[in-house]
């Protein structure tokens, strides 16, 4: 009997020590700190452990939650605290500012490189400014941290409040942004060696497929390669990002990479590498596999019988076949501005393939085109494809545009409205593509109707050549793509000489999988997103649609991952624009979903949309979309 009492009570201890560990009251130290923490729920920045805290309003106790028992508060509060509320429910209370609200939630963060800790909120969250310094209070108490704990301004609506808890030490994103020391750019893992580079333009040809390069710029193109690691941040829309997404490799930002002990030991050496939303990892090697040869050949469908320019709001399923997926799926946004809130640029046609075909044909570059591509068969050098490239679009571009077509064009324009000064965009067939967005390889230019400095035939030559840089020539051989199948058609409207603000959207959470939120990348005026001045950062943040959830419906939810250092640090864009342009895109994004066979999830499924805010009433003006090719 003493030793069934005994085991019983072994049995009974022994629970209470498991459900001890499942959560704390008191974070005595560094130590209690790691025990419970995990990966914050988003991975908007890299290199940060969390640990979720919940404070009951009523009994004034404050837990601190094991990420390995606990993935939500909803969890711990439902089956420690007995509190049996429905999800939605539970959330609707205590993610606002209600009277009934029980508990107060948040999370501590550690980052790394710094070793701040900061508390933030939901960026949903509703909480009102006295129960913020309530949880502050009550956290730093039961803490170790002192005076070492900030408060993080996540979002549009604590940005604004700041001055109701000034006295707290506040945390902007844009300084813990410019504290980051990683990034990842693209995710996925390889095996390769690593290699510094320290000139790419001298070291070009002397790169192995097989290499992980560490570079201290971002480049403008890149040889086959393993992996990337690069000094500089990126946007997810930069041309690195692309390159990464098209080219499926691994890709990181490293600010410190040329002197971090961890790369440099491994120099030279074969490693496995794989790259996550949190972190990196090396681990070495003997030797490295056999490089599998990618032999699957890409044909693009051509129609090259239209013979004239195409008003873009008289195209049908098979266009793309002769104006080019870029002029397609604008001219689907037309059609889609008619019932929505917001416009597509003015004035606008497209050139198709036929007027690139005769041009080829008559200035000798066709010629040049197939030699090109019997040199690429025999594995030529490098250097004599780059010469055959050099005279392809010299070819181009110092021949004579067909007189008609010029005439058709001005003809064309003035019948659209009063607008001269146009934009000429490159919408090719080996762009815009499911799994091959083309982004950056290719030219626009603008031009002027009857103008000698700005003449619209230069720009719409150069706009064919950019076809046949070496940059495109070589990416589209990576992707598996027929040469001979390629062809340029070009996208006309008038131009934007002045904006208030640029940018570009991807209709998806990147940092959260199948959760709410777009993501967005906005700048003043002018100043490029995707290929920014150096030091220039520009707002990235996540919006949320209206929709049948009621907590981001309600909230108008702004989460700000950092904002613009050339406005002030403020966002560029007013709340009810960014709301407006998160219920557009969600209208673009479901426009597009329903001409596909919907065979992936919703939430997964992505455009990639850029657009401007111009004009003197701000109107947002939505340029491009494109299928997002993660």
């Not at 509703?126 to 310094?133: F, Q, S, T, Y």
């Not at 700041?162 to 994103?173: C, I, N």
């Not at 067939?429 to 603008?446: I, R, V």
């Not at 109707?449 to 230069?458: N, T």
């Amino acid at each position: 009997m003493q030793k069934t009492i005994f085991l019983l009570w072994l049995t009974i201890s022994y629970c209470s020590i498991s459900v001890a560990q499942s959560y704390l009251t008191q974070l005595k130290n560094p130590s209690d700190f790691q025990q419970l923490s995990g990966l914050p729920i988003s991975g908007k920045y890299g290199q940060i452990d969390a640990v979720k805290l919940v404070y009951d309003i009523h009994t004034e106790q404050i837990y601190f939650l094991n990420a390995q028992d606990f993935e939500f508060h909803h969890e711990f509060c439902s089956r420690i605290l007995k509190n049996y509320q429905p999800l939605g429910t539970f959330n609707d209370i205590n993610y606002s500012h209600s009277s009934k609200r029980e508990y107060l939630l948040a999370n501590i963060n550690h980052l790394h490189s710094s070793h701040t800790y900061f508390l933030e909120l939901s960026p949903s969250d509703l909480m009102n400014a006295e129960n913020i310094k309530k949880l502050y209070r009550a956290t730093l108490t039961h803490t170790f941290m002192d005076s070492n704990l900030q408060f993080i301004l996540n979002s549009h609506r604590l940005q604004i409040a700041a001055d109701s808890f000034a006295h707290l030490p506040l945390l902007k994103t844009s300084d813990l942004y410019a504290g980051l020391q990683f990034q990842s750019v693209s995710n996925g893992q390889t095996k390769g060696t690593i290699r510094y580079i320290s000139n790419l333009k001298k070291e070009y040809h002397t790169i192995l497929p097989t290499d992980i390069i560490v570079i201290n710029k971002t480049p403008i193109q890149l040889p086959k390669v393993a992996a990337i690691i690069v000094t500089e941040f990126q946007t997810p829309l930069s041309h690195l990002s692309i390159l990464g997404q098209n080219r499926h490799l691994p890709i990181m930002a490293l600010k410190n990479a040329s002197a971090n002990i961890e790369l440099r030991k491994y120099e030279n050496k074969p490693v496995f590498f794989r790259v996550s939303n949190d972190s990196f990892q090396l681990t070495p090697l003997e030797k490295l596999p056999k490089i599998k040869v990618k032999t699957k050949t890409i044909h693009l469908k051509v129609d090259l019988k239209k013979d004239s320019l195409v008003v873009l709001d008289k195209v049908n399923r098979k266009s793309y076949k002769y104006i080019g997926n870029k002029a397609y799926n604008f001219s689907q946004l037309v059609e889609l501005s008619k019932y929505s809130n917001f416009k597509t640029p003015e004035s606008a046609f497209a050139i198709p393939f036929y007027y690139y075909y005769q041009h080829i044909q008559t200035c000798g570059a066709e010629s040049l085109i197939h030699k090109l591509l019997l040199y690429r068969a025999h594995q030529s050098p490098s250097d004599s494809i780059q010469f055959i490239l050099k005279e392809i679009r010299n070819k181009i571009k110092y021949y004579t545009l067909d007189q008609q077509l010029a005439a058709n064009i001005t003809k064309t324009a003035k019948s659209l409205g009063e607008d001269t000064r146009f934009r000429f965009r490159s919408s090719t067939n080996a762009e815009d593509m499911d799994g091959f967005s083309g982004a950056g390889l290719y030219t626009s230019k603008t031009g002027i109707i009857e103008d000698m400095d700005k003449p619209v035939d230069e720009a719409i030559k150069k706009v064919w050549a950019s076809l046949w840089s070496y940059a495109a020539f070589m990416e589209r051989e990576y992707y598996g793509i027929n040469q001979h199948t390629v062809y340029m058609g070009i996208l006309v409207h008038r131009s934007f000489p002045k904006e208030h603000v640029n940018g570009v959207a991807i209709t998806k959470n990147l940092y959260r999988d199948s959760y709410f939120g777009y993501v967005v990348n906005a700048q003043l005026g002018n100043e490029s997103v995707v290929k920014p001045t150096k030091g220039v950062i520009c707002d990235q943040f996540i919006c949320y649609p209206n929709t049948l959830n009621n907590m981001y419906d309600e909230n108008n939810t702004i989460e700000i991952i950092t904002t613009s250092n050339i406005h002030q640090g403020t966002l560029v864009m007013t709340a009810k624009e960014i709301l407006n342009l998160a219920n557009q895109l969600e209208k673009i994004k479901k426009f597009f979903y329903n001409q596909t066979l919907q065979l992936e999830d919703f939430h997964s499924f992505a455009m990639d949309v850029e657009f401007k805010i111009a004009g003197p009433n701000r109107t947002l003006y939505i340029k491009q979309a494109r299928r997002f090719n993660p």
